[in-house]
């Protein structure tokens, strides 16, 4: 578990730590923020413990991380990485990062560039010999300031 960032709120220093997510954090407003990213639909408290049951057991291949506000026990921020395993590179392997949000209330905190950092260095440390994402035009800015270059451009199909 690591220290986010600090910063002065109103006079009192909200105190943030990240760390990788938490069956109970359903609890603390994890759906609610990954709302403010996109649409969730209705997650009974059944399927979102079958959903994190499913992705713990991948281990280090899938990692959601938060950033939850001490005080209040609130989920303020979130993100997570997949671990793509390949032939290229002599076997390497290729971090994809997705879902990183930060609740409309701790913006401006530097608590996404944690939550990019944190997860970046999930895949340092898993040896991925590189990480990429998607994001909107509006996003890229921050994420070169994250260190990304852009590299591209996405296509996507979507089912729905």
């Known amino acids: 578990m690591a220290d986010a960032s600090n910063s002065d709120n109103g006079g009192e220093k909200p105190t943030f730590k990240i760390r990788r997510l938490e ?4 609890r603390k407003g994890y759906m ?12 009974t408290d059944d399927e979102f413990d079958q959903r994190f049951e499913e992705i713990s ?3 280090d291949d899938h990692l959601i991380c938060v950033i939850e506000e001490e005080s209040s026990g609130r989920i303020a921020g979130t993100g ?3 671990i793509e395993k390949k032939f290229l590179r002599n076997c390497g392997k290729v971090g994809h990062i997705e879902d990183v949000v930060v609740d409309t209330k701790f913006r401006g905190k530097h608590l996404g560039k944690q939550v990019v950092e944190f997860l970046t260095d ?5 040896g991925c010999y590189k990480v990429i994402l998607d994001c909107s035009a509006e996003k890229k800015v921050f994420y070169e300031k994250c260190g990304l270059v852009n590299k ?6 979507y089912f729905d």
């Open 23 to 26: 069956i109970s954090d359903k």
């Open 32 to 43: 609610e923020l990954l709302g403010q990213l996109t649409v969730t639909g209705s997650v």
């Open 57 to 59: 057991s991948h281990g």
């Open 80 to 82: 997570s990485v997949m």
């Open 122 to 126: 999930h895949c340092l440390a898993m």
């Open 152 to 157: 591209g451009i996405q296509m996507s199909k």
